[in-house]
Every structure is written in structure tokens, then in C-alpha cells.
């Protein structure tokens, strides 16, 4: 048994992302950013070329290869996953070395499950109400968990469906994409009842607006929030947490595992 959840580390190549959107002004700069994330302890890094914060206008595929693929050519060596949407940008990213897709919109684009089935590759599903520019307006819910649970299984069964390998696929309640603090929280109390249907879940909540509605903090002053948030998701189930800083996020998913009664590395 894994002695506690993974962490994989976010790496934004990208001009507008909420918490490090043009950080990184070069290939190599992205590249040493993902080396060091391993380094501290991420065992796979997430490399997104798409911003998709709320409000956030789609980038084309053309331009999200041109963005990720000089990264990941500079990280064969490491696990890395990519974050799209496109069945067309994880097509090139697979081809390049990527070993998972991390899709916010659950296949909304009808190549992905076919592409991810042909690779071989691991897939997340996440649960997204709209899109990046509509999500954060006023959403609502009957029942946030019994909706976010529906869907995330429907479309898991989807991509099984279309030969996935349901022992590699991750579903993932989609912490701040179309809900509100209530919703966030209601979501992560939940994960032990998401966490039965034997999928492994990943869980994001790293920097995220909900914790600043919490602790009145800005994005940047976020981390101690973050690592509280990781802990206790890595407590109710998590079996990965995607974060910024992964040192931190290690450690607190460590003691997490220890109060759950599992052997720590």
C-alpha cells in the first residue's frame, strides 16, 4: 500500500493563470521549475498551457502545443502530466512523454477518450459547471455532492466505455470550478463517499479563492491555507493533491497519512 497520497506539482506556462500566470518567460525557466518541484517531492508534474482560471478566455491548440511542447521536450525524464482540454494537444504531449491527461472538461472534446483508450494513457476527469468564463456566476446546486458524484461517474463510464483502462483513470470534484465556499467545503467533507466508488480521486485546491474567502488572504499569501486545505483532503481520501509548492504540500499529506493510521515513509 502507498504510504500516503501523491502530490503533483503545477506548472503553468501560461500569461494569465490566476496564481503564476507569466512566471516563467522561457522553456528553460519552465523546465527548471518543473525539476525543482520534483526535487521537493512532486511525483508527477502538471504542465498546462491553457489558463483556465475564472473568466479566462480559451487559447487555441495551436497555441497551447506551441507553449507546452518545448517544456516537455526539456522533461522527457520526468513523470509529467498535461493539462488540456484538446484531444489534439494531448495527442502531441503523449507523443512527447507525457503519461497523463489531466482534462477539466471530462471530454468534452469527443477525440479524448478514443486518443487516451489507443495510448494507453491515464486520465482525469473534473467536474466543471460552464467553462472558465462562466463558471464563477452565480453558481448553483440542488445538491452539490449528489451532482458532482452523477456526473464524474457518468463520465467515467464514458470513458470506459470508449477503452480507457479503468484502473487508470482519476476523478477529480473540481475544487473552485463552478462553486462557491458552501459547495468547496460540502465537496470536501464529501470525499470519503467519492472516494468508495474505487476511483482514485486527485483534488486541487492549492492557492484557490475559496481559501481566501476563509482567511481574508491574498492569492500569494495562501500557502498555510493550502497546506491545511491538502492535509485534511489528503485525510478524507485524496489519493492525489495538486498544488504550487510541493515541499509543503508533502509534508502535510506525511501527517496525514500518520493520523490515518498508514505507515509513512
Same mark, same amino acid.
Given at each position: 500500500?502507498?504510504?500516503?497520497?501523491?502530490?503533483?506539482?503545477?506548472?503553468?506556462?501560461?500569461?494569465?493563470?490566476?496564481?503564476?500566470?507569466?512566471?516563467?518567460?522561457?522553456?528553460?525557466?519552465?523546465?527548471?521549475?518543473?525539476?525543482?518541484?520534483?526535487?521537493?517531492?512532486?511525483?508527477?508534474?502538471?504542465?498546462?498551457? %491553457?489558463?483556465?482560471?475564472?473568466?479566462?478566455?480559451?487559447?487555441?491548440?495551436?497555441? %497551447?502545443?506551441?507553449?507546452?511542447?518545448?517544456?516537455?521536450?526539456?522533461?522527457?525524464?520526468?513523470?509529467?502530466?498535461?493539462?488540456?482540454?484538446?484531444?489534439?494537444?494531448?495527442?502531441?504531449?503523449?507523443?512527447? +512523454?507525457?503519461?497523463?491527461?489531466?482534462?477539466?472538461?471530462?471530454?468534452?472534446?469527443?477525440?479524448?477518450?478514443?486518443?487516451?483508450?489507443?495510448?494507453?494513457?491515464?486520465?482525469?476527469?473534473?467536474?466543471?459547471?460552464?467553462?472558465? =468564463?462562466?463558471?464563477?456566476?452565480?453558481?448553483?446546486?440542488?445538491?452539490?455532492?449528489?451532482?458532482?458524484?452523477?456526473?464524474?461517474?457518468? #463520465?467515467?463510464?464514458?470513458?470506459?466505455?470508449? +477503452?480507457?483502462?479503468?484502473? =487508470?483513470?482519476?476523478?477529480?470534484?473540481?475544487?473552485?470550478?463552478?462553486?462557491?465556499?458552501?459547495?468547496?467545503?460540502?465537496?470536501?467533507?464529501?470525499?470519503?463517499?467519492?472516494?468508495?466508488?474505487?476511483?482514485?480521486?486527485?483534488?486541487?485546491?492549492? #492557492?484557490?479563492?475559496?481559501?481566501?474567502?476563509?482567511?481574508?488572504?491574498?492569492?500569494?499569501?495562501? +500557502?498555510?491555507?493550502?497546506?491545511?486545505?491538502?492535509?485534511?483532503? @489528503?485525510?478524507?481520501?485524496?489519493?492525489?493533491?495538486?498544488?504550487?509548492?510541493?515541499?509543503?504540500?508533502?509534508? @502535510?499529506?506525511?501527517?496525514?497519512?500518520?493520523?490515518?493510521?498508514?505507515?509513512?515513509?
Amino acid at each position: 500500500m502507498r504510504a500516503h497520497p501523491l502530490v503533483m506539482g503545477v506548472l503553468n506556462v501560461t500569461p494569465d493563470s490566476f496564481s503564476d500566470g507569466g512566471r516563467f518567460a522561457s522553456p528553460d525557466q519552465a523546465a527548471a521549475a518543473g525539476r525543482t518541484m520534483a526535487a521537493q517531492g512532486a511525483a508527477i508534474v502538471d504542465l498546462g498551457g %491553457e489558463s483556465t482560471r475564472p473568466g479566462a478566455s480559451p487559447v487555441a491548440p495551436e497555441e %497551447e502545443e506551441a507553449r507546452v511542447l518545448p517544456v516537455l521536450d526539456r522533461l522527457r525524464d520526468l513523470p509529467v502530466s498535461i493539462d488540456t482540454r484538446h484531444a489534439r494537444v494531448a495527442a502531441a504531449a503523449l507523443e512527447a +512523454g507525457a503519461v497523463l491527461v489531466n482534462d477539466v472538461s471530462a471530454g468534452a472534446d469527443p477525440e479524448m477518450f478514443p486518443l487516451v483508450a489507443a495510448r494507453g494513457a491515464g486520465l482525469v476527469l473534473m467536474h466543471m459547471r460552464g467553462d472558465p =468564463r462562466t463558471m464563477q456566476t452565480e453558481p448553483r446546486y440542488a445538491d452539490v455532492v449528489e451532482e458532482v458524484e452523477t456526473y464524474l461517474l457518468a #463520465r467515467a463510464q464514458a470513458a470506459v466505455e470508449a +477503452g480507457v483502462d479503468p484502473e =487508470r483513470i482519476l476523478l477529480d470534484p473540481g475544487i473552485g470550478f463552478g462553486k462557491n465556499l458552501e459547495h468547496n467545503l460540502a465537496l470536501l467533507d464529501a470525499l470519503p463517499r467519492l472516494a468508495k466508488h474505487g476511483y482514485p480521486l486527485l483534488v486541487g485546491v492549492s #492557492r484557490k479563492r475559496f481559501l481566501g474567502d476563509l482567511t481574508g488572504r491574498a492569492v500569494a499569501d495562501r +500557502g498555510p491555507a493550502t497546506v491545511a486545505a491538502v492535509a485534511l483532503a @489528503a485525510f478524507f481520501g485524496a489519493a492525489v493533491v495538486r498544488v504550487h509548492e510541493p515541499g509543503p504540500a508533502l509534508d @502535510a499529506v506525511r501527517v496525514a497519512a500518520a493520523w490515518r493510521g498508514r505507515l509513512v515513509e
